[in-house]
């Protein structure tokens, strides 16, 4: 049995550093990706959230509309946040008959204690609901600088292992990292998962243009390394917290440091500015250094 594609931009090498990028929302960004639409690619994926305090009828509508301006959409599913069975498969039903959803990513989600029945990712994926409603691809989380809660060696085996049942269950399987602010940590990270045969596409989580103040703020938030040095590589300055950046230099590093080793990569944009400053800066981006059309 062939595996589905995560999405059709991978199926060729990109011809430049953002080609085939996605981006991430939350229900209340609808408005402001329609604003943004003309400058995003068809078919682009856009991750929708799972946050505290979102309604699922508000999810879902998002979800539709991502699906209307014609991208496509990738709902997350966050375990510790799931109340019961019915919750998550109603959810599910919902996004899969609302916009024709065929991917999702998961996340465990920040509570120490789940609110229902489900307390990581591998719960959610061993329902077998997914591959069940006709999902063909599952991304999950990356941590190249890692997890408070979690050693290095067992952050590779629950990752590991989690795409092993991804693909035992006939689905494809991808990875999105956390953002960060330091390249090399995340080509470290890469040349690593390579290494231990871990050849599943990734996608490099990169922070939108925003605020110095509000990138920290996110960093500190998230647990993300932002000291003065690596905030000098990303090109930003924490002693002007007035100021603002944009990601020129740690995307310039990757276009430049990516090669084969590394496998198959893409970018992912958390538009911490807003959807409009990011994208805008994309399409800036590309046409100063002549990607696409």
Not at 233 to 239: L, N, V
Not at 252 to 280: I, N, Q, S, W
Request: proline letters at 8%; glycine letters at 12%; hydrophobic letters at 40%.
């Amino acid at each position: 049995m062939t595996k589905p594609l995560i999405h059709p931009a991978w199926a060729n090498p990109p011809q430049g550093i953002t080609e085939g990028f996605s981006l991430e929302m939350t229900a209340k960004d609808a408005g402001s990706l329609a604003e943004a639409a003309p400058l995003i690619p068809p078919d682009t994926p856009i991750a929708v959230t799972f946050l505290p305090g979102e309604e699922q009828p508000a999810r879902v509508a998002a979800t539709r509309a991502v699906r209307d301006l014609g991208f496509e959409p990738m709902p997350h599913f966050s375990a510790r946040r799931i109340r019961s069975e019915d919750h998550f498969e109603d959810y599910l039903e919902a996004v899969v008959r609302a916009a024709g959803v065929r991917r999702c990513f998961i996340v465990a989600g920040d509570p120490a204690e789940p609110e229902g029945p489900y307390f990581d990712t591998m719960a959610l994926i061993r329902t077998g609901a997914f591959e069940a409603a006709g999902v063909q691809a599952i991304g999950v989380g990356g941590h190249p600088e890692g997890h408070p809660h979690m050693t290095g060696d067992q952050l590779w085996a629950v990752l590991e292992a989690k795409l092993a049942e991804i693909d035992r269950r006939g689905m494809a399987g991808l990875v999105v990292t956390q953002f960060g602010f330091d390249p090399d940590a995340f080509l470290r990270w890469l040349e690593e998962a390579r290494a231990r045969g871990i050849d599943t596409p990734v996608r490099i989580g990169i922070p939108g243009p925003a605020g110095i103040k509000r990138l920290l703020s996110f960093a500190a938030r998230c647990g993300v390394g932002a000291s003065a040095s690596v905030m000098k590589k990303y090109g930003a300055s924490i002693a002007n917290l007035l100021g603002t950046a944009g990601p020129d230099r740690l995307v310039d590093a990757f276009a430049e440091k990516l090669g084969e080793e590394h496998g198959r990569v893409r970018l992912h944009f958390y538009p911490f500015g807003g959807m409009a400053r990011t994208v805008e800066w994309i399409a800036d981006y590309n046409r100063r250094h002549g990607i696409g059309g």
